[in-house]
C-alpha cells in the first residue's frame, strides 16, 4: 500500500489497523473543548508524527492515523477527513477551514482490476505556512508549495507550487506572491 501498489483494504492487518484509528478518532471526536489535554494524547497515538500546538475541531476521520505526519501549528477545522492510505505530509503553520477531505487511496480505472477488490494510494505533500479553504479536496498524488493560499471549493489534482493563490476545479493558479 505504501509502495503505491495495488493492495486489499481488507487485509487483516489494514482492518486492524483501521480498527485501531477508528477506536481512537471515537474517542477523539465525544472529547470536549475542555478536554485539550486529552485531544493532545489521542492525537499522539493516532498520528504518525504530530507538532506542538496542533489542533483540530472534532468531528474528524481517517483511514489509519498513523500515516499522517503533521508539524507545529496545524490547525483543522470541523469535518475534515483524511484517506491516509498512503503517506501524508503536513508542514507547519497549516490552517484548514471546515471540511477540507485529502485523499490518498483511489480504485484502478480498469474495471476488472477495481472488481478484484484491489485498490491504490500515493503519498500528499503540503508545505509550510499554507492555508487551505472551506470544503477544498486535496487528491492523490498532490504536493501544494509552501506559504500557498488554496480557495475555498477547490478541487486540487495537480501539483501547486509554492507562494501562489490556487482556486477552482480544477485548481488553478490565479496570482503568484511577491
Not at 477540507?100 to 500528499?124: C, D, F, K, N
Request: hydrophobic share 40%.
Amino acid at each position: 500500500m505504501l509502495a503505491g501498489e495495488l493492495y486489499f483494504a481488507e487485509d487483516p492487518e489494514l482492518v486492524g489497523e483501521n480498527k485501531r484509528a477508528c477506536r481512537l478518532l471515537r474517542m477523539y471526536n465525544a472529547t470536549t473543548e475542555e478536554q485539550q489535554e486529552q485531544r493532545r494524547q489521542i492525537l499522539q497515538e493516532l498520528f504518525g508524527k504530530i507538532g506542538q500546538k496542533a489542533s483540530i475541531v472534532p468531528p474528524f476521520h481517517c483511514d489509519y492515523g498513523s500515516n499522517i505526519y503533521a508539524g507545529d501549528r496545524f490547525y483543522m477545522n470541523y469535518g475534515c477527513v483524511i484517506l491516509d492510505c498512503n503517506t501524508v505530509h503536513i508542514g507547519e503553520n497549516v490552517l484548514c477551514a471546515p471540511y477540507v477531505q485529502i485523499y490518498t487511496a483511489y480504485h484502478p480505472i480498469e474495471p476488472e482490476i477495481r472488481l478484484s477488490g484491489r485498490e491504490l494510494a500515493t503519498p500528499v505533500k503540503i508545505g509550510n505556512n499554507v492555508w487551505i479553504g472551506g470544503s477544498v479536496i486535496i487528491c492523490l498524488g498532490v504536493t501544494i508549495g509552501d506559504n500557498t493560499t488554496i480557495g475555498a471549493g477547490s478541487v486540487v489534482v495537480k501539483d501547486i507550487p509554492a507562494n501562489v493563490v490556487a482556486v477552482g476545479n480544477p485548481c488553478r493558479i490565479i496570482r503568484h506572491l511577491s
